[in-house]
């Protein structure tokens, strides 16, 4: 029986009333209770839905044959609309819900967007098209008691705002305008059978029939809930979570339209549940009045906080108004939403599975975006040309085995080693004072207004070399020594010797 408006009244007062003034408030909060069925899914005997060629049913019958079958349409359909487009490959791509629509708008820089144009998926005049506003500059600032935290100000960092949906409706349009490529909606992922030369996919319609498609690799884009992601990670494709909601709105009286806030802490920790969660806020502005702001905080995935998104949406409509003051006029247009997955590889290398025999993993199922900055759209962008000419490679020379398709990745040794920063940032009250985060974040701050902008800028676009981030990291020790202890409590010798063996296989990759 799906979550109604009415039964969380008298739970989430604040969250009822603003979604009540939707049109589509029930359809949210139902995506919402969907993703929330993640935390009763972690750690616990997953579902088996890579299956043996023998578990076929007998009766199945083929509807369709295609090159690359992906299960999930958000940022299935760039890699899927460049592998047709691009490579000439047949492709299908399905969702459970409307394909294209997502539940979040995206920042990013121009040059980082610009990716999309060097691979053929999309001009430099479509790019454009699809950022709805740039601002001049952005900001990050942690909390102070006496107010002399440092606000950071930085240039070309998420300054550009992209209509997510724009985007992906022109990407979904190009599939379908290639002969074969097709684009379903409302077809579930149940399973799929593996063959020495072939995947058979199963997919349930929005009527709970079976379909099934045969493929010569399936590309799992099925987000933070992927069952294969899960299966393939034995019940625990996540290390960490950044839990995160907000909206799209218009009406707020104190809103810059030229500076977006990039990082922005009003409090100390909140230590009413659990170990305790530092929340952050975000503010950028979107197109003509309309501004997108986002409540979220870091977290080990299985740490005894409430995490769910339907309390954390509580909390923002309940403290809006200490972060942005809604005016009279105030109204949401969109509540925006997601649990932003993030992975800690224990190792010198990529330690999480995100392949298998004929399937791959893309986007946020594969969870390879950077755990420090989650910009999941950002490093998708980012490797597609290599994630697409790989693929149509091993395609090409029936390299389609795990050993091969696992080397197609977006891992990125120096946006993987930023786990290790990311763990500072997960408040827990049983080592840290409840301005922790907040004064070791303004500690950073402050040596990276010291520093050149390239320092501040590579850090927030996950383009970090190495040699920087020991700069910086000696240099806040230096300032801040508290952080060493901070380290042996966080981290332990576990965490410090996986730091340096992450530290390691950063400075012996290829890519630095
Ligand atoms: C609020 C928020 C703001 C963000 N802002 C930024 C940003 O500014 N910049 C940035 O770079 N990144 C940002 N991110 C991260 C970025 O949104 C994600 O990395 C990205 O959306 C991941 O896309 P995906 O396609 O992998 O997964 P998802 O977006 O989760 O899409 C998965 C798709 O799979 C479908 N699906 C799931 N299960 C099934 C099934 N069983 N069968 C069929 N279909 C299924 C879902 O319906 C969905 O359409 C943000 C994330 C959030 C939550």
Same mark, same amino acid.
């Given at each position: 029986m799906p979550l109604s408006l009415d039964q969380i009244k008298l739970t989430h007062p604040h969250l009822h009333r603003a979604f009540s003034l939707l049109d589509d408030g029930?359809?949210?909060?139902?995506?919402?209770?969907?993703?929330?069925?993640?935390?009763?899914?972690?750690?616990?005997?997953v579902r088996e839905v890579i299956l043996p060629a023998e578990r076929l049913p007998a009766d199945a019958r083929i509807s369709g044959e295609y090159d690359l079958i992906y299960a999930g349409g958000t940022l299935g359909l760039l890699h899927?609309?460049?592998?047709?487009?691009?490579?000439?490959?047949?492709?299908?791509?399905?969702? $459970?819900?409307?394909? !294209?629509?997502?539940?979040?708008?995206?920042?990013?820089?121009?040059?980082?967007?610009?990716?999309?144009?060097?691979?053929?998926?999309?001009?430099?005049? &479509?790019?454009?098209?699809?950022?709805?506003?740039?601002?001049?500059?952005?900001?990050?600032?942690?909390?102070?008691?006496?107010?002399?935290?440092? $606000?950071?100000?930085?240039?070309?960092?998420?300054?550009?705002?992209?209509?997510?949906?724009?985007?992906?409706?022109?990407? &979904?349009?190009?599939?379908?305008?290639?002969?074969?490529?097709?684009?379903?909606?409302?077809r579930s992922f149940i399973g799929c059978y593996r063959f020495d030369d072939h995947i058979v996919v199963e997919v349930e319609d929005n009527q709970g029939k079976s379909l099934f498609y045969r493929a010569k690799v399936l590309v799992d884009v099925m987000g933070i809930l992927s069952p294969v992601a899960m299966q393939l990670n034995e019940g625990m494709p996540q290390t960490h979570v950044c839990p995160t909601v907000g909206t799209i709105a218009s009406g707020f009286?104190?809103?810059?339209?030229?500076?977006?806030?990039?990082?922005?802490?009003? !409090?100390?920790?909140?230590?009413t549940s659990g170990t305790g969660r530092q929340l952050i806020w975000e503010g950028f502005p979107a197109e003509a009045r309309q501004y997108i702001t986002y409540l979220f905080f870091y977290d080990e995935v299985d740490s005894p906080n409430d995490k769910s998104?339907?309390?954390?949406?509580?909390?923002?409509?309940?403290?809006?108004?200490?972060?942005?003051?809604?005016?009279?006029?105030?109204?949401?247009?969109?509540?925006?939403?997601?649990?932003?997955?993030?992975? *800690?590889?224990?190792?010198?290398?990529?330690?999480?599975?995100?392949?298998?025999?004929?399937?791959?993993?893309?986007?946020?199922?594969?969870?390879?975006?950077?755990?420090?900055?989650?910009?999941?759209f950002g490093s998708m962008v980012r490797n597609l040309s290599h994630l697409t000419a790989d693929l149509d490679r091993a395609l090409s020379d029936n390299n389609l085995s795990k050993r091969h398709l696992e080397k197609i990745s977006? *891992?990125?040794?120096?946006?993987?080693?930023m786990a290790n920063l990311m763990k500072y940032m997960c408040f827990n009250s049983a080592t840290d004072e409840p301005n922790f985060v907040n004064d070791m974040m303004n500690e950073v701050m402050i040596v990276l207004d010291e520093l050149p902008q390239h320092y501040r800028q590579a850090m927030f676009r996950d383009e970090m070399k190495i040699?920087?981030?020991?700069?910086?990291?000696?240099?806040?020790?230096?300032?801040?020594?508290?952080?060493?202890?901070?380290?042996?409590?966080?981290l332990g010798i576990q965490g410090s010797l996986g730091f340096l063996k992450n530290l390691a296989g950063w400075a012996w990759s290829p890519v630095r």
């Open positions: 029930e359809q949210h909060l139902q995506r919402i209770s969907e993703l929330d069925r993640y935390w009763s899914l972690v750690k616990h005997p899927a609309a460049v592998m047709a487009g691009t490579y000439g490959r047949k492709v299908m791509v399905f969702d $459970r819900r409307l394909p !294209a629509k997502s539940t979040r708008d995206w920042n990013i820089s121009r040059q980082e967007l610009l990716n999309l144009s060097t691979t053929g998926l999309f001009t430099e005049q &479509e790019v454009d098209s699809v950022i709805v506003r740039s601002y001049k500059t952005g900001w990050v600032g942690f909390y102070k008691p006496d107010g002399s935290q440092k $606000r950071l100000y930085m240039e070309n960092v998420l300054d550009c705002a992209v209509d997510a949906n724009r985007l992906l409706g022109m990407a &979904e349009a190009k599939v379908q305008a290639f002969p074969g490529c097709r684009v379903v909606a409302e009286e104190n809103a810059d339209f030229d500076t977006g806030e990039i990082l922005v802490s009003t !409090a100390p920790a909140d230590t998104l339907l309390g954390l949406f509580e909390t923002y409509f309940r403290t809006l108004p200490e972060y942005k003051k809604p005016g009279k006029d105030f109204a949401v247009l969109r509540p925006v939403y997601g649990i932003i997955p993030a992975y *800690y590889h224990d190792g010198f290398n990529r330690t999480r599975e995100i392949a298998d025999d004929r399937i791959i993993l893309f986007g946020d199922a594969a969870s390879l975006g950077s755990p420090l900055t989650f910009c999941g977006a *891992y990125e040794p120096n946006v993987a080693s040699e920087e981030l020991i700069h910086v990291m000696l240099r806040v020790a230096w300032r801040y020594p508290r952080v060493l202890t901070a380290t042996w409590e966080k």
